[in-house]
């Protein structure tokens, strides 16, 4: 078994005799991509026969997942193949759809837009391509003047972006996936990854099975599967995260174990402006900071959060003891959150007080739930304040910058935001005489008809809107195509080229490998396409200064390639063009990107990717002399993206408040949202894969079993809940896969049958505009 | 009389006592102990249960052999010639059992007989030590039974290499349920639960999730005509009777008895379960197991796959 066991450890020593593919099983082919669904970003192997997808395995030679999947992973295979495909652009006619050409559908859009090039948006997420959002962003600001394209993300990670920038002075994690393989403990912050990520967290529990160590803790407001590897499981009420970091920094100056040098050294001081509220704070000495959290008493904690005072302590001596290398963890629990960039900053703030930062092992990392989250929405920069590489519009800098760039004249880029996500949608559901500013949306890889917050205030108003106009393109019907007014069939994962940049850095290439079915095209050319129209309409916008088209591909000869026309769009590698562009704005923020045939050759590389001789040499850890090339410090540490210029990263104080609605007499109950194993976010994908449908076929309420049995609920009953904002009709589930404590309720969203978010609330982080979708009061009573 | 002295009597005794330690742990050592030499064998392969009872076939029976109990019994019991079978009794204490499972029939249609609602859970410890004795068996497999076997594989599975969903209710919360039963796999008269086929893996519903959820509607919510890649009905032969390749990957399925063993389906069970060094004679495809991919794909202009 000595082979099987150097196989089975992925050693390349062992040469095994050589067989061609087709000798094994017909003409199977196997080539590498990233799985298509969350953040964690596995690299798939996929197994193409007769033009079709047949098969797929976890890929050995990827760093991420070294070979393992999760049940999602396995089957993503499936999601190319649902019988209700989207194959043929769709006009609503009254009441019906009428197919059209994709000629006449480029034509529509085109006509929206040029009729009101400003009250036209775009809303897409983070499964665009990097390239896709490279496009639609290079359409909207640098095409059409117009700052109104924000993505799905915004109801994602936008705090762990706020967060990141009021910490360090530039966005996402100093450390990586490596960590979990370092850590002595690890600290899960309102996050369940043993269904959400459970490819990084089988790699933490994974080393337990191999003897060693590994400390697992739970801050949680509900027992999940996570709870149950955990050593110490810390249940805490809603908000209840802000009272306890605040206890940690507490209990680490009263004990004085906090790190005195790596503070001195590396660290300021802020506490938010009152007067005015932005990411810069105002600077506060340690004494201050001393002050501000000396209230925060274990037994003060405990009367905010629920938590007992003698866990705040333990949390309190972990950090302390500067021989532990601590790894905090966190997703949608503390970046759905009214004070999410708080949270975001505080995680951040304990580790650095504490000096638990920069060895491989102790990091504050953020995790994400989409695989371009990072890629595409925060270094392309989709948002609707930014430009690529991390520049704003707002910094006249970046905007020339950029206009250098895409050689735009002078000014051509509009330094007003545009609208935020759920000021886009409000804006789009009200009427125009009532001051709605938004008339037409193109909305690419989403589905905010099921997942915006308070849907019947920010999407269902849209209906009976004449003047209202939803351009949905999708590769299935979902709950946002159910009010859309043109539907366009699109490509997906490796029906189209692409590349993914994951949570941990890492950006992901990877080619077309069958065809997409009948007339469904890539989104990027559906971009491309509407842009090229737009300039034959004479939309001064989409030529650049010297007269060419904004999205102009040269072949080798030099010579314009038509890739607007689909016929010609797989001519030349579209992908590859564009990336080379958006490469060059990557420097400004040290997030340097090799050039694209280099990722080609990897399983993906993290950035900054710099060239040291004739090789591209990845980033492991940033901020740390000799892992990251930009520290120049002899010093160990050195924050070079400081908001303070002093190479120091700020440790933010802030107050514990309690969420924007808590349960009350007339609504007694919290209600928290959320994912579960077998489904990916909306359901659209994951819902229509056999294996993944009947092992989850539909949701459910998960109640306290007490809670159950006073209202008089039993296992399986239909139950109504009812919030301030909506209703729903849905089956009980108790002691099933989650365990909530009394008073407080949890139901997943994929189910578009069962729209949870009609009855979220659309409250949102002042500095990060993202909703909270996991703290809101309803009732609860039997159907 | 001199007298003997007190300490001369004490090593006497002490001396006495070890003498009698020692016949009595060498008697019991001794029965425990290996009837045949184990040099011409493989280590591993005596580790094994599965090589408690095995005969050794001639090198040109390789070709069309099947084991034939039957001759076993026939040319009677322990010989070390090359040229004879040679039953292997792991120790001189089984001899009995292996002398009484020759005057019986058929062991393995005795287990499957014994099927009774009442012990349907019921693992008898005979009849496990029967099943491991039983390795010796007749065991030929039609292409009928393959095919059924396949076809029972491809039930819980979306494609060749897919993790199984699992037939049966699951602990919604935890693992340990799990790897009571599968940790070592086990058969009984109506059930067969597969040992795991990789290494150890904490978050088991990671990649195995419920075949069907009994308290919600049955139908699916969309169709879906995705054709996963089949079983192959067998590994390529370099030659008529080389031993097959192995047709997938050995990731995740690094236990080789834990589908081809006795307590797998019949269809791809082993026809020689002696044998325990699989990978001696059966080699892993360098394609799937990813060590020799194509190291950089291509990117195909123009439409790839017609248009």
Request: contains cysteine.
């Amino acid at each position: 078994m000595a082979t099987a066991t150097a196989v089975a450890a992925g050693s390349d020593v062992v040469r095994l005799p050589v067989l061609s593919a087709s000798d094994v099983v017909g003409d199977l082919k196997w080539n590498k991509a990233p799985c298509r669904f969350c953040g964690t970003g596995c690299h798939v192997q996929v197994g193409v026969q007769d033009g079709k997808v047949v098969a797929v395995a976890g890929d050995r030679n990827a760093e991420v997942n070294k070979g393992l999947l999760c049940v999602k992973g396995y089957h993503v295979g499936g999601v190319l193949y649902g019988k209700d495909r989207l194959t043929k652009p769709l006009l609503r006619k009254g009441d019906s759809y009428e197919a059209i050409s994709w000629e006449e559908a480029i034509e529509v859009i085109a006509d929206r837009i040029v009729a009101a090039p400003e009250r036209f948006a775009m809303y897409g997420s983070g499964q665009w391509t990097i390239p896709e959002g490279y496009a639609a962003l290079k359409l909207m600001k640098g095409g059409l003047s117009n700052n109104h394209i924000d993505p799905n993300a915004r109801l994602c990670m936008a705090s762990a972006v706020t967060g990141f920038l009021a910490t360090y002075g530039v966005d996402e994690p100093a450390g990586c996936y490596d960590d979990l393989d370092n850590c002595d403990v690890l600290i899960m912050w309102g996050n369940n990854p043993a269904e959400m990520h459970p490819v990084l967290f089988s790699r933490v529990v994974d080393r337990r099975s191999r003897g060693e160590k590994v400390t697992l803790i739970d801050i949680g407001t509900r027992r999940t599967r996570t709870t149950t590897h955990c050593n110490h499981y810390l249940e805490m009420k809603g908000h209840g995260d802000l009272a306890i970091a605040n206890g940690i920094a507490h209990l680490l100056i009263k004990n004085k174990t906090y790190s005195e040098t790596f503070v001195k050294s590396f660290c300021n001081f802020k506490a938010p402006d009152e007067a005015n509220p932005n990411l810069h704070g105002k600077s506060i000495s340690f004494d201050d900071f001393v002050e501000m959290v000396k209230p925060y008493t274990p037994e003060f904690v405990e009367e905010c959060s629920g938590v007992p005072a003698e866990q705040i302590r333990l949390l309190g001596e972990l950090f302390g003891n500067p021989n532990l290398k601590i790894t905090s963890l966190w997703c949608m629990g503390v970046n759905q959150h009214t004070c999410g960039t708080a949270m975001n900053a505080m995680i951040h703030g304990v580790h650095l007080l504490s000096g638990h930062f920069g060895r491989p092992g102790d990091a504050p990392t953020s995790l994400t739930g989409q695989p371009s989250a990072c890629g595409t929405v925060r270094e392309v920069g989709t948002l609707a304040h930014t430009l690529p590489g991390g520049r704003t519009v707002n910094t006249p800098e970046h905007r020339q910058e950029t206009e250098e760039i895409w050689r735009l004249p002078p000014g051509r880029i509009n330094a007003v935001p545009g609208f935020h996500t759920v000021q886009m949608w409000e804006s789009f559901c009200t009427p125009k005489a009532d001051g709605g500013a938004i008339d037409t949306i193109w909305v690419q890889v989403t589905n905010p008809g099921q997942t915006l917050p308070n849907l019947n205030k920010l999407f269902n108003k849209k209906e009976g809107l004449e003047e209202k106009f939803l351009i949905v393109s999708d590769v299935y019907p979902t709950a946002t195509t159910r009010l859309a007014d043109l539907i366009l069939p699109s490509a997906m994962w490796v029906e189209k080229n692409g590349m993914f940049g994951n949570s941990e850095r890492r950006t992901q290439q990877w080619f077309k490998m069958v065809d997409p079915p009948e007339e469904a095209r890539d989104d990027c050319w559906q971009t491309i396409a509407v842009a090229h129209r737009l300039m034959k309409k004479g939309v001064a916008g989409l030529k650049d200064r010297d007269g060419r088209f904004l999205f102009d591909v040269q072949d080798s000869n030099g010579k314009s390639v038509p890739i607007w026309d689909w016929n010609h769009y797989y001519d030349t590698n579209v992908d590859e063009h564009l990336f080379e562009e958006y490469r060059k704005f990557t420097r400004l923020k040290h997030k340097d990107l090799a050039p694209y045939g280099e990722y080609v050759k990897a399983r993906g590389l993290r950035w900054p990717v710099v060239k040291k001789g004739d090789q591209w040499v990845e980033t492991r850890y940033r901020f740390v002399s000799k892992l990251d090339p930009y520290v120049q410090k002899e010093a160990a540490i050195q924050f070079y993206h400081s908001s303070t210029k002093d190479d120091r990263a700020q440790i933010w104080f802030h107050p514990w408040v309690p969420p924007a609605e808590v349960p009350d007499k007339e609504y007694p109950f919290n209600l928290c949202t959320g994912r579960v194993l077998e489904h990916w976010h909306s359901g659209s994908m994951t819902r229509r894969i056999p294996e993944l449908s009947r092992a989850m076929p539909s949701a459910y309420v998960e109640l306290n079993a007490e809670d159950a049995a006073s209202l008089g609920i039993r296992n399986g009953d239909p139950v109504i809940l009812e919030s301030r904002r909506g209703t729903l009709e849905i089956q009980a589930w108790i002691e099933g896969r989650g365990k909530p404590p009394k008073g407080s309720v949890f139901v997943p969203f994929f189910d578009e049958s069962k729209l949870i978010n009609n009855l979220t609330l659309d409250a949102v982080d002042p500095f990060s505009k993202q909703p909270d979708y996991k703290k809101c009061a309803v009732r609860i009573r039997k159907a | 009389m001199p007298v003997v002295p007190k300490t001369k009597s004490r090593v006497v005794t002490l001396s006495a006592y070890l003498i009698i330690a020692t016949a009595i742990v060498g008697y019991f050592v001794g029965i425990q102990s290996p009837m045949n030499h184990l040099e011409k064998q493989q280590a591993s392969q005596a580790r094994l249960l599965a090589s408690r009872v095995a005969p050794r076939i001639k090198t040109s029976d390789l070709a069309t052999y099947t084991t034939n109990r039957n001759v076993a019994s026939a040319n009677g019991s322990v010989s070390n010639g090359n040229h004879d079978f040679v039953v292997r009794a792991a120790s001189y204490s089984e001899m009995a059992s292996v002398v009484a499972l020759r005057s019986q029939p058929s062991s393995i249609s005795q287990i499957v007989s014994l099927s009774n609602e009442q012990d349907r859970f019921a693992v008898d410890p005979l009849i496990l030590k029967q099943a491991a004795l039983a390795t010796s068996a007749d065991v030929s497999i039609s292409p009928e039974q393959k095919q059924e076997a396949l076809q029972q594989r491809k039930k819980n599975r979306a494609y060749n290499g897919a993790p199984p969903t699992v037939t049966h209710p699951i602990d919604q919360m935890t693992a340990e349920a799990c790897i009571a039963c599968h940790a070592i796999g086990a058969k009984t008269a109506n059930f067969r639960i597969p040992k795991m086929s990789h290494g150890f893996y904490t978050n088991c519903t990671q990649c195995h999730v419920a075949s069907e959820r009994k308290e919600f509607p049955s139908e699916l919510f969309r169709e879906n005509s995705f054709v996963g890649l089949p079983a192959p009905d067998g590994g390529p032969r370099a030659y008529p009777g080389a031993p097959p390749q192995m047709p997938h990957a050995t990731w995740m399925r690094s236990e080789c008895l834990s589908c081809h063993g006795p307590s797998s389906l019949r269809g791809i069970q082993s026809t020689h379960p002696w044998r325990s060094n699989c990978l001696q004679c059966h080699t892993p495809s360098s394609t799937l197991e990813q060590t020799q991919l194509e190291s950089e794909p291509q990117f195909v202009e123009a439409i790839p796959f017609g248009q």
